[in-house]
């Protein structure tokens, strides 16, 4: 009998892959990974993470769209960070990463289906992030066609304090949450 494949996670947990469920999802596990995870596969000029990313990006949408934001690259703490252009060569990876991603969402009640706003949000900071942090890279991105880079430059954090600023963003956006539920 093959045994099913899992991940363990910072918590101690296994996390599997073939039927990721919601009660298998730790935030502290998610803000743990993430903020170990290097964009772009680590081709930085400094350590960059996605937890940093994520938080960026979440201050770039409307709020009612902030914590989905917050929470839009959630899915790599448990498959890893694959580069786009990689992606598009795996389509059993992106089969798996939809799948945990769903998963996610539903663990902290967010529709499945990320808003357009999120997506422009990303391309910004995809556009802020090349100009900031990979200054050796000058072919132009023809996805980044038409996209403005946010004005201000990013400043990486060191992974400690890009987790506790995901977990502080989380709490802050999910209490306005559920204050606007409760009203």
């Known amino acids: 009998m093959t045994a099913l494949p899992y991940v363990s996670t910072h918590a101690g947990k296994q996390f599997f892959f073939a039927h990721p469920a919601k009660s298998e999802i730790r935030l502290g596990d998610i803000a743990h990974s993430l903020s170990q995870i290097c964009r772009f ?6 350590f960059y993470s996605v937890a940093q990313h994520c938080v960026l990006a979440s201050y770039l949408v409307d709020p009612q769209h902030a914590l989905h934001a917050l929470m839009h690259d959630a899915a790599e703490a448990y498959v890893g960070d694959v580069s786009m252009p990689l992606k598009t060569l795996l389509p059993d990876y992106k089969e798996i990463e939809k799948s945990v991603e ?10 499945e289906q990320i808003p357009h706003a999120i997506k422009h949000a990303d391309l910004v900071m995809l556009a802020t992030e090349k100009r900031d ?33 995901f977990l502080e963003r989380f709490v802050e956006l999910s209490h306005e949450t559920h204050a606007r539920e409760a009203v």
């Open 133 to 165: 942090l990979m200054p050796n890279v000058t072919e132009d991105w023809a996805i980044l066609d038409n996209i403005v880079p946010m004005g201000r430059k990013i400043h990486p954090l060191r992974s400690h304090q890009a987790k506790m600023l």
């Open 41 to 46: 596969t680590g081709h930085t000029d400094q």
């Open 102 to 111: 769903k998963a996610i969402f539903a663990r902290f009640g967010l529709p």
